[in-house]
């Protein structure tokens, strides 16, 4: 009885060669190549272009965190940056906590659409 199934399994394998088996994972290929230009890629800019703002910032720039507080930098280490949100209220953030210059937040913006 054992034979049956054995015989009948050993004869549905078959070796696959050529352009088939490369077939198969084309697929899987072409899901990477969309993952890899729809997610990772920007994410990658955006990260180089916050690393590349985060070491030109100086002493007297307005910055805004990603908590959402305004402020002025007084002082800078090489982790940690003090900011003066009022006169004399000074507080210590960590450097990878600033989401950008405040001028971007005030910047406006053109759109075609406020033009109708």
Request: aromatic share 10%; no cysteine.
């Amino acid at each position: 009885m054992f034979d049956l199934f054995i015989s009948s399994a050993s004869a549905q394998t078959t070796q696959t060669d050529g352009p088939q088996g490369l077939a198969q994972f084309l697929p899987f290929v072409v899901i990477f190549g969309i993952f890899y230009f729809l997610m990772i890629r920007p994410q990658k800019k955006k990260l180089q272009e916050e690393q590349a703002m985060l070491t030109t910032l100086g002493k007297g720039d307005e910055i805004y965190t990603k908590s959402g507080i305004l402020g002025t930098i007084t002082g800078m280490t090489e982790k940690v940056v003090t900011l003066e949100v009022s006169e004399g209220i000074k507080f210590k953030v960590l450097r990878s906590q600033i989401g950008g210059l405040a001028s971007k937040i005030f910047a406006k913006e053109t759109s075609k659409e406020g033009k109708k």
